[in-house]
């Protein structure tokens, strides 16, 4: 049977304030609080709130037979909790009806995987601990930064207890092969990849109110056919695109949600069904290990990191934000540390691109890539400045990196403790149950006169056997000793307070033997 797995990316870029319009190494406050209101409600408003009211609906209408998956960045759910908390409501709702999986992520959005395994792993931990926080699950499956993949990022996904990850079904790739199978990580067969199909996904998000199209007006049945008439081993279907495709991308006015309504109902009536990512890594077998020794992605026709890093500037400004990454991690600042997880943004690396505008690509408030260098370079140098003035003696990176791994690992061993601690009071608790449960049975058995009135009777002959035959063997062996203290007291007993004081303390030496 086909299974689609649908998926949609929630996240707002941080704006930046122009460095024009504050005092650089005065004014630390380096965002643009209007412009960042006025793109969050905007964007919540015509297509975050309805979209997410319609798979309400479509939960009550279909039940558990729709399913969807949503992944948010913890900048993203930080502006949402600002500007629309309207959303993060909407989205506890779906969580409560069982037909909604979110899945990991880096908390900033931004592009660690390629530059340090230790602050990938410390914000993807932080993002999942709010996704506890606010939905109460728990994510099992991880999505990178615009679903950056390599083998290498795959095996640090294992390592951290991950069962899949998404990957883009980049052609490079792939080859001959189909996106529509479960493969594996090159580097760590336990974790499942599973490959979006970006044919299908783009003719939803980008190609469904184009007019020029050839499929257009594209129709839910028409889709379910699509999927329903592909090879029938090709049974995993991964649609992947972000939320504003529903209302932005593709307006309300081009009926997108009523398409997006109807599609159940379609693909029921074909058999095709829904389901999460982690019931599809649960369920389905990987059929290979698909490599990928570079990073591939799922923007641009090239799939890969080159819209983020593919000029001078972009490196330049990559280099110098990670230099200070040591430093960060053993920073306790919290103002540090968000500015860290904004200025990491990908968005931020997005704006100084050279390539060709593709068609969802914003260039912010910025007149050219080079405005936009200009501008993060400043805020970034004002940023090290601060973070450089908390440690005051110059250490190197690897020495903080050794601290930093030095107090991580002592933070596992204290979990780790206190693990077994509360496992230790765990049978304590049961063993005090067990002796509790021991005294109530001891007491009826005292209640039943009849039947247990021989057995005291029994037990205590047996006790009094045994001490008889213990003394016996004493007295054997300590007989020779014992003998004259014997006499002493025979003979003395007549007159015992009349004797001298010097035969008192022999009596003594006796008892002690």
């Known amino acids: 049977m086909k299974t689609i797995c649908l998926y949609f990316e929630i996240h707002q870029p941080v704006h930046l304030k122009r460095y024009r319009f504050f005092?650089?190494?005065?004014?630390?406050?380096?965002?643009?609080?209007?412009?960042n209101e006025r793109a969050i409600t905007e964007t919540a408003e015509r297509s975050y709130i309805p979209a997410l009211k319609t798979m309400l609906e479509m939960t009550e209408t279909y039940g558990k037979y729709f399913k969807v998956a949503f992944s948010l960045s913890g900048v993203g759910i930080e502006l949402l909790e600002d500007y629309a908390p309207e959303v993060i409501e909407l989205l506890q709702e779906l969580s409560k009806t069982g037909c909604v999986e979110f899945l990991a992520e880096p908390y900033s959005h931004g592009l660690s995987s390629l530059a340090n395994e230790e602050v990938f792993m410390e914000e993807t931990k932080r993002q999942c601990k709010k996704i506890k926080e606010l939905f109460g699950q728990t994510p099992k499956v991880l999505r990178n930064s615009s679903l950056i993949y390599s083998d290498e990022i795959g095996a640090l996904a294992g390592r951290m207890g991950f069962k899949g990850m998404i990957a883009e079904g980049a052609k490079h790739v792939l080859g001959w092969k189909s996106p529509h199978f479960v493969y594996s990580c090159a580097h760590n067969p336990k974790v499942s990849l599973l490959l979006r199909d970006y044919k299908l996904s783009d003719d939803i998000s980008l190609r469904f109110n184009d007019s020029s199209w050839s499929?257009?007006?594209?129709?839910?049945?028409?889709?379910?056919?699509?999927?329903?008439?592909?090879?029938?081993?090709?049974?995993?279907?991964?649609?992947?695109?972000?939320?504003?495709?529903?209302?932005i991308f593709q307006p309300l006015s081009s009926n997108i949600l009523e398409f997006f309504k109807a599609l159940p109902a379609a693909c029921k009536e074909r058999g095709i069904e829904f389901a999460t990512p982690s019931e599809i890594v649960g369920k389905t077998k990987?059929?290979?290990a698909m490599d990928m020794p570079e990073p591939v992605s799922w923007n641009d026709e090239e799939r890969d990191t080159s819209c983020?890093?593919?000029n001078g500037m972009q490196r330049e400004a990559f280099s110098k934000l990670y230099q200070e990454a040591g430093r960060i991690m053993?920073?306790?600042?919290?103002?540090?540390?968000q500015d860290w997880d904004r200025l990491q943004a990908s968005n931020n690396f997005r704006y100084m691109?050279?390539?060709?505008?593709?068609?969802?690509?914003?260039?912010?408030?910025?007149?050219?890539?080079?405005?936009?260098?200009t501008n993060y370079m400043n805020i970034l140098g004002d940023f090290i400045k601060r973070v450089q003035d908390l440690f005051p003696i110059e250490v190197e990176n690897d020495e903080l990196n050794a601290l930093y791994t030095t107090i991580h690992n002592q933070g596992k061993e204290i979990e780790t403790r206190d693990h077994e601690i509360s496992q230790l009071r765990?049978?304590?608790?049961?063993?005090e149950g067990a002796v509790a449960d021991?005294?109530?049975?001891?007491v009826p058995a005292k209640k039943a006169p009849a039947k247990k009135a021989a057995a005291p009777k029994a037990a205590p002959a047996k006790k009094e056997a045994a001490p008889k035959a213990e003394p016996v063997k004493e007295e054997k062996v300590e007989a020779p000793k014992a003998e004259p203290a014997k006499k002493t007291p025979a003979k003395k007993a007549a007159a015992p307070k009349a004797a001298a004081p010097k035969k008192a303390p022999a009596a003594k030496k006796t008892t002690k033997k």
């Open 438 to 442: 021991k005294k109530e049975e001891k």
């Open 330 to 337: 053993v920073c306790q600042d919290r103002r540090i540390k």
């Open 308 to 310: 983020w890093l593919g």
């Open 353 to 373: 691109t050279t390539k060709p505008m593709s068609v969802n690509m914003i260039r912010g408030f910025y007149d050219s890539p080079y405005d936009a260098f």
């Open 23 to 35: 005092d650089i190494g005065a004014d630390h406050y380096y965002y643009d609080d209007y412009e």
């Open 426 to 431: 765990a049978r304590l608790s049961k063993l």
């Open 215 to 247: 499929e257009y007006p594209l129709m839910s049945d028409r889709y379910a056919d699509w999927i329903a008439q592909l090879p029938q081993e090709e049974q995993v279907i991964n649609i992947f695109m972000e939320l504003c495709a529903l209302g």
């Open 286 to 288: 990987a059929v290979a």
